[in-house]
């Protein structure tokens, strides 16, 4: 970081899910492939941060010079419900407030392949805002929610988030990946409301 560049310009973009190849393909783990997509837009690879348990990968967005911004990814490698702790320790380094906190997250509510971008809320059940939410000490943080719809017949959503996507959803998923990636560096460069015209479905 530069002289002239403010903490507070900084954002911390962070992929929930849960470490280790066992739940990769799990529906609980859509914050890492986006996170995995914007280090790829990004051209760097993740390295270990040593002040937390997590990964990191910083760079920027947008136009090269002063119209680009300062992002860092960040991906817990503790497990989801707590995620909370690593993500605290990521802010506390870079100095980033929560209110220039990304989090993205599987969401049970919202249909498969739809995406919805908000700032604060509640955690609707989700162990890994709720970690956030405890370390934090706020919910006030923007959220990029992944559409994973409902389980089928009476599957139990503990179950479902742990469980691989379906043949016909694992060929949208790359499309689906795509757009939150977009969306997240939507609401960095333009803002919320502009975001969730574009990318509330």
């Not at 739809?114 to 162990?127: A, I, V």
């Not at 959803?169 to 939150?180: G, H, I, N, S, Y």
């Amino acid at each position: 970081m530069s002289a002239s560049e403010n903490a507070s310009d900084v954002w911390l973009v962070v992929g929930l899910g849960n470490p280790g190849p066992t739940y990769a393909g799990h529906r609980h783990n859509i914050g890492y492939l986006v996170t995995d997509e914007l280090a790829r837009r990004l051209g760097s690879a993740w390295r270990a941060q040593k002040a937390s348990r997590a990964e990191v990968v910083e760079g920027r967005l947008g136009v090269p010079g002063t119209t680009s911004t300062r992002v860092v990814l960040g991906r817990p490698r503790s497990y989801m419900n707590e995620s909370g702790g690593p993500v605290k320790a990521l802010a506390s380094f870079y100095k980033v407030p929560p209110g220039r906190i990304i989090a993205i997250h599987d969401e049970l509510d919202i249909d498969f392949g739809t995406l919805r971008t908000k700032l604060g809320g509640g955690d609707n059940g989700h162990n890994g805002l709720k970690s956030m939410r405890a370390s934090l000490g706020t919910g006030d943080f923007y959220r990029v929610r992944a559409g994973i719809g409902r389980p089928p017949g009476r599957q139990s959503p503990a179950d479902f988030v742990l469980s691989g996507y379906s043949t016909a959803e694992r060929k949208e998923l790359p499309f689906q990946v795509d757009t939150a990636a977009d969306a997240v560096e939507s609401l960095i460069t333009d803002g919320l409301e502009l975001t969730q015209q574009r990318y509330n479905s």
